[in-house]
């Protein structure tokens, strides 16, 4: 790969799935951005959250994604909030390409819906309020993407597949 190929959205959008068959199809290295900070600070999301609040989180997110550009070219499973920074946006646009994973709020809820591990869904985890986080957050992953892709009824590998052509590494 000449560059990386840095995986955004909302959580649900299927990132960490997309990244895998990425990483498979391609043969890069892969990098998972929540469990990179998890590992470096030794501690859970929900610990940081918790123990230090979102800011010190965000914090750390930017310290992530700082790292990893200037690193080798690899497919990057971004956090659904590494783009509410400005920063860390310019930062992955100068060493790659920005792809931005859509579905709707119900396919999100159903993909999440089980999960104890999204603090910002913690006490409310429906379809109404993903969708108005998801509303929220709409613009600036518009705005930082270079390219789209909906997951809603797509297999792993059509999406990796889209992904690969768009982004010209086929």
């Not at 990244?19 to 998972?32: F, M, N, Q, W």
Request: proline share 2%.
């Amino acid at each position: 790969m000449k560059q990386h190929i840095y995986l955004i959205g909302f959580m649900g959008t299927g990132k960490t799935t997309i990244s895998h068959k990425l990483r498979e199809l391609t043969g890069a290295k892969e990098i998972d951005m929540d469990a990179w900070i998890v590992e470096k600070n030794a501690l859970s999301i929900n610990e940081m959250f918790e123990k230090y609040g979102e800011t010190y989180f965000r914090d750390r997110e930017t310290d992530a994604v700082c790292e990893i550009a200037k690193s080798a070219p690899a497919i990057v499973s971004c956090g659904g909030g590494a783009v509410l920074r400005q920063e860390n946006t310019q930062m992955m646009k100068e060493s790659g390409r920005i792809v931005l994973l859509t579905a709707t709020p119900e396919t999100v809820y159903q993909r999440v819906k089980n999960s104890t591990d999204r603090p910002l869904l913690n006490g409310h985890m429906n379809v109404e309020y993903i969708a108005s986080l998801m509303e929220k957050r709409r613009a600036l992953y518009a705005g930082a993407c270079d390219i789209s892709v909906s997951t809603d009824g797509k297999t792993p590998e059509q999406i990796a597949m889209e992904i690969l052509a768009a982004a010209g590494e086929m």
